[in-house]
């Protein structure tokens, strides 16, 4: 190859060949965001071609399509690099597809645009009636509306209709559809469907799938990548976030890159596989007079999942395996007390939000509890406004206050970004909210104020253009949704990242704070969290932490906690939803969670505890063979290591009943 691996990056490229010629057709390459995935994946699927004539296919983020095509031709000498943009130039691509490859051919494929289906309008007539706008099925006439779990309709309003989605696209009445073909739109179809109706299974030698954990569930994203999984020899799901806290994410893994040996488990469906490794929860009722019972799965996760499903068919890298003179990295949380005014008025909201939530909860309203949620977490940052609540019958808000003086939040932030433009370090701004409850225009005039150049990247800005626009800015701050760069793009020139806001997703949380730390980083990381005192922003960093404890499992980092939370699950949103329900101060100190989950990492990294046999005994009374003593940090309950090592050491799924005598 035209670039060398570290020793750790040969390391994993050489088990992810020797897996798949071992006769397994999928191998996952876990690596800490910064380890290279990337060239690691590169390398492994050019060295299994063997020198031969082949075809690699890369599936990829669509902003992350210019740093593939880089890397590829960085990487592998003499190679023909195809990106295929749409779908005209997947059909064009057929002809030389079915023909036998000239050399090493990469294909790379956006995902963004390789589901692209056809533009749809809206069938249903639009109806005006005292004051309020409602759909009729163009079939039946009926009101477009969808049944609740309590027997009653819920009619669809103009928020509900704006795109197709599973709830609104057929009449409850009569199962007509509601929305046709735009007929005069542009008539697009995925590329993945287009080849797989048209090309032979074994077209490429392998499938290189980045960012696998983002083709979520039973989605036209993950149906997507299905259909190009069939039409690849080897695949290489490329992730730094394998699991988001549910046993169906594994399934759906499975599902699609190997459904027969799914079904040689013995697993025919979702929920079969859920009720063996994860949590689920039974639901009584009664509807229309009659006993009714639904089940659904909650997040949760047994450990033995890794030892039946994992481990065989998985690399895990860290980013200290790599470079052991990366610059050190840091995070700490600050909260901020709000001023008296400012607290007056986030109390006063939240009671009144409450109060929503309490009687959404009972009408089962979920998208208001969503409204509402979002509002809570948004107000303390924008007390300066008065725009109402909008969700059914506006909420008013209490009078706006401050519009032009920096809140408390500001002034540090303010405070920390020039204390490290005046060290010569550039700051990264992260913030959830860029769209109804917007925060960064006010945020980026208020920088400039104090003398800071500021740059705001928005998603007006194309994902592939995204690596040169951040490239070509060189202001003091840049200012972002934590999305846009959360996969793929490296930050370098900020070594400082500040969470103005945080949204609840760990895997979010977790890509954007690494974006800094990374191989090639000779600055040492800052990141820095930033909530206002007893409101809905520090219950998020709460959640957050102890979700962050549970993530160190996923990643072979086992502890006690990590697997008890992995274990016992958290949805965050639940939590989130009581907390604005019934109140904040039942939660546990945001200080003290945050500091046990930073000091699990710090623990896992240095601390070695060898457990000699005879303190654990397999679950059926034979001792477990030396080979099995792996380092665990802390102990975890001798009867949990037990029935992990035994599930590893015979291969095979445990039993419920084994479940039930040792976790109740």
Known sequence: MLRRLFPAQADAAEAMIKTWLS?????????????????IGIAAAYEYLNGKPGRILVHCPGHLVPKWEREVKQTIPAVQVRRVRDWRDAMNAIPALLGKPQGVEVWIVGRDSAKLKWNWTLAAKRVDRKGHTYYKCPSCGALVRRERQDGMFTVFEPDDMKTRGVTNAKCVSCGEPLWQADPSGPHRIARSKLWSKRLPAGTFDVLLADEIHEEKGDSIQGHSIGRLVRLAKRTGMLTGT?????????????????????????????????????????????????????????????????????????????????????????????????????????DSLNNALGQAVSAALKQRQHKAIGTYVQAALAYPDRVWSQEPIKYGKAMRVPSAIYPNRLLPKETAIASLALREAAKGRRTVIFAEFTGTYDFTHRLKEMLEDQGLSVALLT???????????????????LIC??????????LLEFPTIIWAQTGWSLFTMRQASRRSWRIGQTQPVRVHFFAYEDTMQSTVLQVLAEKLLASQAVEGRFSAEGLQALAEGSNTTL??????????????????????????????????????????????????????????????????????????????????????????
Do not use: C
């Open 23 to 39: 006769g397994e057709r999928s191998v996952w390459m876990v690596g800490e965001q910064g380890v290279g995935k990337t060239i």
């Open 242 to 346: 394998l699991l988001g806290g549910k046993a169906s994410d594994m399934y759906w893994h499975l599902q699609r890159t190997q459904p027969k040996r799914l079904r040689e488990y013995g697993f025919k469906g979702l929920m079969q596989f859920v009720r063996s490794y994860g949590v689920t929860e039974e639901r009584h009722f009664i509807k229309n007079g009659k006993p009714r019972s639904s089940t659904s799965e909650r997040p949760g996760i047994h450990p033995a999942i890794y030892g039946d499903r994992l481990l065989g068919r998985a690399v895990f890298l860290e980013l200290q395996d790599i470079e052991t003179h990366l610059p050190s990295y840091e995070e700490e949380v600050h909260i901020i007390p709000m001023n008296e005014k400012q607290k007056e008025m986030v």
């Open 459 to 477: 998603k007006d800005v194309p994902g592939e253009q995204r690596e040169s626009w951040i490239a070509s800015h060189k202001e003091d701050v």
């Open 481 to 490: 949704h934590p999305r846009l760069v959360a996969t793929g793009l490296d």
């Open 575 to 664: 939590r989130l939803v009581q907390a604005l329900a019934f109140g904040l101060d039942d939660l546990p100190d945001l200080s003290e969670v945050w500091r046990q989950a930073t000091d699990e990492i710090e623990e896992s990294e240095i601390a070695v505890e060898t457990v000699a046999p005879q303190d654990v005994a397999a679950d059926d009374g034979e001792e477990v063979p030396a080979e099995w003593q792996a380092p665990v940090i802390p102990l975890p309950h001798p009867d949990m290591l037990a029935i992990a090592r035994a599930s590893l050491h015979r291969r095979k799924r445990v039993n419920p009943v084994e479940q039930i005598a040792l976790f109740g």
